[in-house]
Structure formats: structure tokens, C-alpha cells
């Protein structure tokens, strides 16, 4: 219900390129890996006909793990339509994590957690870029690359806090005048995002 809520209340349009870009940590494999138990059954059967690609001969394999710990993190953060930060290496990136405020620096151990509404923040020396993300998931991997996955987000720079409060006051309206469970929920769900989103101007 409330997937495209972030982006309604942004100020302006977010900029940026609409060219959906795969997540990736390694280049392409030169051969496609295959998955033998699954031609072999595939020739007992039709042995006359090649057999099609299995999600594993899709796979990429994982770069090894570095020695030493890398001064930078690379970030990935991609949205449905399109890819926010692509390969970029920073200090640090703060996660919303279901579980809190999740800090990512480079040689994190591998970790893969669930976001909720909140701030993804993004440390570069002394800049600071912020997003509000109202879902999604954070891949962290040994090789001190993060993958951001989010349903949507908006830089806050953009939130327009006069519709943010006015959200928070028609969902909390809407919680103290529901009926059914559904009612209930739904308006439970508007008052956690707005409230989160205020927390996010504010805090």
C-alpha cells in the first residue's frame, strides 16, 4: 500500500539515470558454469535436443576474499527502475536494519539483513549522502562490497516535512477510528512510515 509513499513525498523529482544495472561482484565467467546432474538427466530423456541453462550456469562467482582489509567499501544500491549508486567506493554506509542501525565498514563479516523504514546513510570522507528506504535488503559480503536493494527511496534533501506531518496526522486519525483488523493494519503501517520519515527530518 504504501511502496510508492517515499517517492510521493519527495519535493522534487529524484534525478538520476533509469538504466536498470544487475548487481554484480565479479566479471562474467569466461564458461558458464553447469549444473552435470541436471544434463545428465536431461540427455536420458531427450537426448536429441540440447539442454537449456539452469539458474546455475547463470551464477557469478564470488571474488575471493582479500588478505588484507580494503581501506574503502564498494556500494551498490539499486531501486526496481533503477540503480542509485553503482560500484562506488566509500567509507561507510548505515543500514536501517530491522534489528537497528546496522554500520557497514570494509571488512565487514558477511551479513545479509532486512531493512525497514528508515535512513540509509552514505559516508564518503566528509560528505554524508541520505535516503529514506522503506524496505528492502542489505547483502554484505567478505569481499568488503555491500549490495543495497530497496523498494524506494528518496534522498531526504527532498521530503517535503509539511506532507509528512500531514500524513502522520491522517494515519493516526485513521488508527483511532478503525474497525477491522485490515483497517487496523493498514493504519498502523501509514503511522510507523511517517513516523519514521519524520524521524528522519528531525533526527
Known amino acids: 500500500m504504501l511502496r510508492h509513499a517515499a517517492r510521493r513525498l ?19 565467467p569466461a564458461e558458464a558454469a553447469e549444473d552435470s546432474t ?15 541453462m539452469t539458474p546455475l550456469s547463470l551464477m557469478q562467482p564470488r571474488p575471493p576474499t582479500p588478505a588484507t582489509i580494503p581501506t574503502k567499501l564498494t556500494v551498490n544500491f539499486v531501486l526496481p527502475y533503477k540503480s542509485e549508486i553503482a560500484n562506488k567506493e566509500v567509507d561507510m554506509v548505515i543500514v536501517p536494519a530491522t534489528t537497528g542501525q546496522m554500520g557497514v565498514l570494509p571488512g565487514h563479516v558477511a551479513t545479509i539483513a532486512e531493512l525497514k523504514p528508515g535512513v540509509l546513510s552514505v559516508h564518503e570522507g566528509n560528505d554524508v549522502t541520505k535516503y ?36 502522520l496526522a491522517d494515519f493516526t486519525a485513521k488508527l483511532g477510528s478503525a474497525s477491522t483488523d485490515l483497517e487496523k ?13 519524520n524521524a528522519a527530518l528531525t533526527g
Not at 541436471?38 to 537449456?52: G, L
Not at 527511496?153 to 516535512?161: E, H, L, T
Not at 493494519?185 to 501509514?190: K, L
Open 132 to 167: 529514506f528506504v522503506s524496505s528492502g535488503f542489505a547483502f554484505v559480503h567478505a569481499n568488503s562490497i555491500a549490495d543495497i536493494v530497496a523498494v524506494e527511496a528518496v534522498p531526504v534533501d527532498q521530503i517535503d516535512p509539511a506532507l509528512v506531518q500531514k500524513g
Open 185 to 197: 493494519a493498514e493504519a498502523q503501517i501509514g503511522v510507523d512510515v511517517h513516523s519514521a520519515l
Open 38 to 52: 541436471f544434463v545428465e538427466a536431461w540427455r536420458k530423456v531427450a537426448p536429441n535436443i540440447e539442454p537449456p
Open 10 to 28: 519527495a519535493s522534487r523529482a529524484v534525478a538520476g539515470p533509469t538504466a536498470r544495472r544487475a548487481l554484480a561482484t565479479a566479471e562474467v
